[in-house]
């Protein structure tokens, strides 16, 4: 069935994708299409993931609060001074100089539900979104334009929060600076710490802010529709080759779907995954639980609730919406949710990059598909 349907999109005009689904026992994979012209996708091909790198995020963060280097309720001043004085908009969509002193400290857990208030909101015509998609690249992941993190840091500290910490939720920029502050905290590059928190644990060799020479050779173009048909937005060889200037927590991970797969398996063994524990099974259920009910009339929720790094629903407002279901979709064409009634997996690579809500097509069938019964014969990696 998923073979079907991933071949049906590729005659429809998606270029190509990699996607699998599947239960404790069982799991259905599919590949079709290229990823670049004239060079077949596989199952090892390499994707600029996007916003499904926050779960991962997310983990790393809650295997430091678990060892101590941080804690949920600490103020993230003390690794992010620059933030010790936040000013608060007195209107989210109003000009960014009518603030008022923010009336508490942001703190870790702040970040975990993006609740701190520095982030994207609804209002994309509000001068608060011309600042951040602007000063902070709070677009598709630029590991080479977005400035080094410091200086990065040191514009967002400049720029009001939307809402007073605690009181709203504010997408993506939370997870940026979640990354900084875990690098400061445990002492090296963000990479560095999702490696050890993580991916290495995990043996996701392939998931990376770059291509490694193992992984450069199964790196894709990532394409956007245009004018005239499929257009190369960033090729193969192109800003995910070089060491990136900022490692972006939001969104600029690399990864493949056996990768993803494993750590999808972690979330199914309740933080333990191939007899190697990464999380404690408390800190999993937190991760996938409601941590920020639904935001009316959001529109990165889409009536969704948040836990920490990722939507959980809490009805069927959607063909493919499961209550409890966790996970998110990346704009580079990408999907990865867990459904912990079934301890299901579903994961999503794609090489379009969505430019807006009519290319969640794609994903919305497939996500649709993979709330029915997973197809047996290959087991999980």
Do not use: C
Not at 25 to 54: C, H, N, Q, W, Y
Not at 145 to 174: C, V
Not at 278 to 286: C, D, F, I
């Amino acid at each position: 069935m998923l073979q079907e349907l991933l071949e049906r999109e590729v005659a429809q005009g998606l270029p190509g994708a990699v996607a699998a689904f599947g239960d404790p026992t069982d799991l259905e994979v599919a590949v079709a299409g290229e990823r670049a012209p004239g060079v077949a996708m596989s199952r090892d091909t390499v994707f600029r993931i996007a916003s499904i790198g926050k779960p991962i995020l997310a983990a790393t963060a809650l295997v430091h609060v678990e060892r101590g280097t941080v804690g949920l309720d600490d103020p993230v001043s003390r690794w992010l001074p620059e933030l010790a004085e936040p000013r608060v908009l007195r209107d989210s969509s109003g000009p960014l100089d009518d603030t008022v002193p923010a009336v508490r400290p942001i703190t870790v857990r702040h970040l975990m539900s993006f609740t701190g208030g520095l982030g994207m909101i609804s209002d994309f015509s509000a001068p608060l979104m011309a600042s951040l998609l602007g000063d902070l690249h709070q677009g598709p992941a630029d590991p080479l334009g977005t400035p080094p993190p410091d200086e990065w840091l040191a514009r967002a500290a400049r720029i009001p929060l939307a809402h007073q910490p605690g009181e709203g939720w504010t997408y993506n920029t939370g997870a940026d600076v979640l990354g900084v502050l875990l690098a400061r905290a445990a002492g090296g590059t963000l990479g560095e710490v999702l490696d050890d928190a993580v991916l290495g644990p995990l043996g996701m060799s392939d998931t990376a802010f770059r291509a490694t020479d193992a992984m450069r050779s199964r790196l894709g173009d990532a394409v956007m529709n245009g004018p005239g048909g499929l257009e190369v937005v960033d090729p193969a060889d192109g800003a995910f080759v070089p060491p990136p200037v900022f490692e972006s927590g939001a969104g600029g991970l690399l990864s493949t779907l056996d990768d993803l797969l494993r750590f999808g398996g972690m979330l199914r063994g309740g933080g333990e995954f191939d007899s190697v524990r990464v999380l404690g099974a408390e800190s999993v259920a937190a991760m996938t639980a409601v941590q920020v009910p639904p935001q009316p009339g959001d529109v990165f929720l889409d009536g969704a609730a948040w836990g920490y790094g990722g939507a959980v629903d809490v009805d069927r407002a959607h063909p493919w919406s499961v209550p409890g279901r966790y996970g998110w979709v990346g704009g580079s064409g990408t999907a990865l949710y867990f459904y912990p009634d079934t301890g299901r997996v579903a994961v999503w690579l794609g090489q379009l990059q969505l430019a807006g809500p009519s290319e969640f097509g794609a994903i919305g069938r497939f996500l649709t598909a993979a709330t029915g019964e997973a197809g047996a014969g290959t087991k999980y990696p």
